[in-house]
């Protein structure tokens, strides 16, 4: 999960897109009723249970011949969720479905200030690794 400011939402999609193609990325953004579609469909528990582990066998792009991961047997139609702080404040019962693998953090010296609400739902997240990125010294 990559969790970043509203204004650089759609350049981490962007960037996503070109560094990591490979890379199934959705976005967890929009009005309630958007979240409510995303959690729905992607969030589901039989998702939440998955290993989120790539899958070993390969199949060959028709368009592009190139391999790509064969994901027919995974529950999961996503590999990165990239959401906002406030999207993240509004939907942590969704988001804590999951044991993530990485969370990233932008602009993570918002977390400086250990009673915010979203320092404090951050830190009640399952995971194994994070990494916080900041542009102040």
């Not at 969030?43 to 070993?56: I, L, Q, S, Y």
Request: hydrophobic share 35%.
């Amino acid at each position: 999960m990559v969790v970043v400011p509203k204004s650089t939402l759609s350049n981490w999609m962007n960037e996503l897109d070109r560094w990591c193609p490979s890379l199934r990325a959705i976005k967890f953004h929009g009005s309630k009723e958007e979240r409510n579609h995303i959690a729905t469909t992607y969030f589901t528990n039989e998702a939440a249970c998955h290993d989120g582990k790539r899958p070993m066998k390969k199949i060959r792009n028709k368009e592009t011949g190139v391999l790509e991961d064969d994901n027919s047997e995974n529950p999961r139609a996503w590999d990165v969720c990239v959401t906002t702080y406030e999207v993240c404040n509004f939907e942590k019962q969704a988001l804590s479905k999951f044991a993530w693998k990485y969370l990233v953090i932008d602009e993570a010296h918002r977390l400086k200030n250990e009673s915010s609400l979203f320092s404090q739902i951050v830190r009640g997240f399952s995971t194994s690794h994070r990494l916080l990125l900041t542009g102040t010294p």
